[in-house]
């Protein structure tokens, strides 16, 4: 398997990807994502087959990374593909000093997250959002703090 960055052309790849059971977004949100953050993006492939992608944004003031979406296609899951895709993501952050990884999930996947290291946090958020996001989108907010490369050399 392997593990590279999102290319621009790729959004014709997102853009006719199986969402499911995530929502498919609009086609703006892959193109922006594919043309903008293609560094803090990652597809998994095994001889140049899609099996996964890690989608996520980085926040204005470089110290954060949101994770819009991680996918693993049906039929290549519980092989570690979503694992590999987070673990890239997670080194990316530490060699370019990003310091948070943060995401949204729904309750069955607490357990993934956790098992990962990140940790439910709504304290950067305001209360009035933390409502919003538990009642209104029914999701639950979770953060890792991630620990910065120590030698250049692990880049
Ligand atoms: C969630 C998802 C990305 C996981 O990817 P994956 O490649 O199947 O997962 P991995 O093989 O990397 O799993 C690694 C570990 O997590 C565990 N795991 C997988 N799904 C889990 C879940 N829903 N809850 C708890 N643990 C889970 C596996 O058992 C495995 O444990 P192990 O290392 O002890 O054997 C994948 O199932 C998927 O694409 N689901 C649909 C889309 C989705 O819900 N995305 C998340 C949006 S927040």
Same mark, same amino acid.
């Given at each position: 398997?392997?593990?590279?960055?999102?290319?621009? @052309?790729?959004? /014709?790849? !997102? @853009?006719?990807?199986?969402?499911?059971?995530?929502?498919?977004?609009?086609?703006?949100?892959? =193109?922006?994502?594919?043309?903008?953050?293609?560094?803090?993006?990652?597809?998994?492939?095994?001889?140049?087959? /899609?099996?996964?992608?890690? !989608?996520?944004?980085?926040?204005?003031?470089?110290?954060?990374?949101?994770? @819009?979406? =991680? !996918?693993?296609?049906?039929?290549?899951?519980?092989?570690?593909?979503?694992?590999?895709?987070?673990?890239?993501?997670?080194?990316?952050?530490?060699?370019?000093?990003?310091?948070?990884?943060? =995401?949204?999930?729904?309750? #069955?996947?607490?357990?993934?997250? #956790?098992?990962?290291?990140?940790?439910?946090?709504?304290?950067? *958020?305001?209360? #009035?959002?933390?409502?919003?996001?538990?009642?209104?989108?029914?999701?639950?907010?979770? *953060?890792?703090?991630?620990?910065?490369?120590?030698?250049?050399?692990?880049?």
């Amino acid at each position: 398997m392997r593990i590279r960055k999102l290319r621009k @052309n790729d959004f /014709f790849l !997102l @853009n006719e990807l199986d969402w499911t059971p995530l929502p498919k977004e609009r086609d703006s949100i892959y =193109l922006i994502l594919a043309v903008d953050q293609g560094k803090c993006s990652f597809i998994a492939e095994q001889e140049g087959e /899609f099996l996964g992608v890690v !989608l996520a944004t980085r926040g204005a003031d470089g110290g954060s990374i949101y994770v @819009n979406h =991680l !996918l693993v296609k049906g039929g290549s899951r519980q092989r570690g593909v979503g694992k590999s895709l987070m673990d890239r993501l997670e080194k990316y952050a530490a060699k370019e000093g990003a310091r948070r990884i943060w =995401l949204f999930c729904h309750a #069955e996947l607490e357990g993934y997250y #956790e098992s990962r290291g990140y940790c439910e946090r709504y304290d950067f *958020l305001t209360p #009035e959002l933390k409502k919003y996001i538990r009642t209104v989108k029914g999701v639950h907010a979770y *953060l890792k703090e991630i620990q910065p490369a120590r030698h250049s050399g692990d880049r």
